[in-house]
């Protein structure tokens, strides 16, 4: 967000793409008035092929380069209680918690 602020309030026409609608409206609506730059949302999922396809071509049907490319989508992973007074207390908190698990692992660094 403020990558997109810094560019478009300095004259940029940027880009912005997430999963959800509504969050990159919010964006254009609140940030983008009165700016000497603009902010264009772009609904989409980064961990699918066809819709960074679809957000290319989009893309590429408005603009003949794109200047700088900021890949920042995140999403974090469940939370787990990192302190510990023993190793045995560190092992149940970090490993046999049910929250830590490959399928959260793989969803983080899918994204990532
Ligand atoms: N904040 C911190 O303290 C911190 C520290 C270290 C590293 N980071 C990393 O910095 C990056 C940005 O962090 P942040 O705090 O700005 O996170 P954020 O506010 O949650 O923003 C992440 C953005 O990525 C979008 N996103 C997530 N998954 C996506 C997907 N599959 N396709 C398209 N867009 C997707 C989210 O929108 P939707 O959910 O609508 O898709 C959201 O706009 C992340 O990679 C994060 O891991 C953050």
Known sequence: MMAT???AVNGA???IIGRTKEKLDTVVKTY???IP???HAIQGDITDKKDIARIYDEIKSKEKFVS???NNAGISSN???TEAKTA????SNLFDNADSNIEDWVDTYRTK
């Open 13 to 15: 026409k940027v880009y």
């Open 68 to 70: 700088v490319l900021i």
């Open 32 to 34: 983008g008035k009165d």
């Open 5 to 7: 602020q810094a560019f």
């Open 37 to 39: 730059g603009s902010i």
């Open 79 to 81: 939370t787990l209680t």
């Open 88 to 91: 045995e207390e560190m092992k």
